[in-house]
């Protein structure tokens, strides 16, 4: 998912992908998804709610290195 967003994001000229991750009990299983994709965490309040951010022009690495599209690798 993260290949085909920074892909899209590039195409458009789109440098920068925002994220914003609120702690409730639902969102708990994804609290370090941001950190896990190489988002840098920009702010954080007192609540624990974040804002993360992506750098998609330079130095992006692509995440998928085993999904495979039609039987070809999407590398």
């Known amino acids: 998912m993260m290949d085909t967003l920074a892909a899209a994001c590039k195409k458009r000229g789109i440098d920068t992908i925002c994220g914003y991750y609120y702690p409730t009990a639902k969102n708990g299983m994804v609290r370090d998804f941001y950190e896990k994709q190489g988002f840098t965490k920009v702010s954080e309040d007192e609540a624990g709610n974040t804002i993360w951010k ?3 022009a330079d130095g992006y690495s692509r995440k998928n290195h085993v999904i495979q599209v039609n039987g ?4």
């Open 54 to 56: 992506l750098e998609t």
């Open 72 to 75: 070809v690798s999407d590398q």
